[in-house]
Each structure stands twice: as C-alpha cells, then as structure tokens.
T-cell receptor
C-alpha cells in the first residue's frame, strides 16, 4: 500500500470555524491532489500540487486554500467552514501526471454544523 | 474539457452472474481512462487503466474493460461476480496535470 495518511480522520466543527486537513506521504511523489466526495457527484478536484510551493486550483476550489512547503505534506484549509463543505475529503498522490496511477488516502469525514 | 457519465447509479446482480458497468466520456484531447473501486469506508484503489494499445484492458480481481473510441465508452465487465465485489465503482478520465475527472459512481450490489 502507498504510504499516505490523512489527519484527522473525522472532524466535527461549527460554521465559521477555520479547519485544516493534512495529507502526508512517504513515497516522495511529485503530484498531490485534494478531492471531495459527495453523493451523486463522485469525486471532484479541489486543488492540486505539482511540486513544493507549486499549487493550482481545481473544479471546486472556492472556499479552500492549500499549501505545500515540503514534498511529503499537502495541507487543505477551509478559512471559514460552511455547511456546504460537509463532505469526505480524499488526498491522492502520483509520481507522473496523466498516465500514472493515483494512490488515495483513507479519507477525512468532515461535518460542519 | 473532459467529462464522464456513468448511467447506472446502482446495479444489483446475483452472485456468479456476469456484470457490465457502463461509462461514457467526452474529451477534446487524447484520453487516458481509469476504473477505480471503493470498498465501504475506504479510499479508492485502481482496478485498471487504458493508456494506449490494445483496447481490451485486464485489471485486478478478474475485471476487464474495453475502450471504444467511436462510441466514447469504457465499459467495465466481469464474467462472474462474487459477494466481495460489492462496492462502488468509479470511471475517470485524466485531466490537467494528471488530476482525474470522475463519474458519479455505480454501486454494485452482489446478492447471494
């Protein structure tokens, strides 16, 4: 199994609170991705990174920011959580773009009350 | 822009029966196509992928998929399913920087 961990695994927070989710990898892969999974929508890309300090927006980036100061860590921040951000968040990694397999973490279930 | 359509949200099937999960895609560029499986309360893992070459792709756990460029389809098949195949299956196409565009998923329910 690819070495990907996500923390926390579960979180309940209140509207307006800042939240940071962490993705940590031990594979030294270049690319890292944050997706959210919602019923009926599959997984949708929030942000991705193609190297340290190199990040870009995905399909549903509004309300989220990311940072990658080290190869192994990719942080997702909700500056002011809203109920619409209640979801399951998955981190993924890959060594190459396009053709490479993405390896997924176990997910973080976030509930915003 | 790429998009993926999985027409069946749920597919019930009896154990040892064959199954086909349908996937259609649209893309303006060459495509790389993937099928991932998600078991309950777990992350996703790769079943198989099509990059180029033979249009019939074999994956893990006895699954295979056929790439059909003229019909823009990439249907997943298994000749005989097991209870342990009960899971959600996602078709995906590679987009910018390797990020994946996923379909909405098909829940396969294998009944004894």
């Amino acid at each position: 199994d690819a070495g990907i961990t996500q923390s926390p695994r579960h979180k309940v927070t209140e509207t307006g609170t800042p939240v940071t989710l962490r993705c940590h990898q031990t594979e030294n892969h270049r690319y890292m991705y944050w997706y959210r999974q919602d019923p009926g929508h599959g997984l949708r890309l929030i942000h991705y990174s193609y190297g340290v300090k190199d990040t870009d927006k995905g399909e549903v980036s509004d309300g989220y920011s990311v940072s990658r100061s080290k190869t192994e860590d990719f942080l997702l921040t909700l500056e002011s959580a809203t109920s619409s951000q209640t979801s399951v968040y998955f981190c993924a990694i890959s060594e190459l773009a396009d053709t490479d397999t993405q390896y997924f973490g176990p997910g973080t279930r976030l509930t915003v009350l | 822009a790429q998009s993926v359509t999985q027409l069946d949200s749920q597919v019930p099937v009896f154990e040892e029966a064959p199954v086909e999960l349908r996937c259609n895609y649209s893309s303006s560029v060459s495509v790389y196509l993937f099928w991932y499986v998600q078991y309950p309360n777990q992350g996703l893992q790769l079943l198989l992928k099509y990059l180029s070459g033979s249009t019939l792709v074999k994956g893990i756990n006895g699954f295979e998929a056929e790439f059909n460029k003229s019909q823009t389809s990439f249907h997943l098949r298994k000749p005989s399913v097991h209870i342990s195949d009960t899971a959600e299956y996602f078709c995906a196409v590679s987009a910018l920087a390797g990020a994946l565009t996923f379909g909405s998923g098909t829940r396969l329910q294998v009944q004894p």
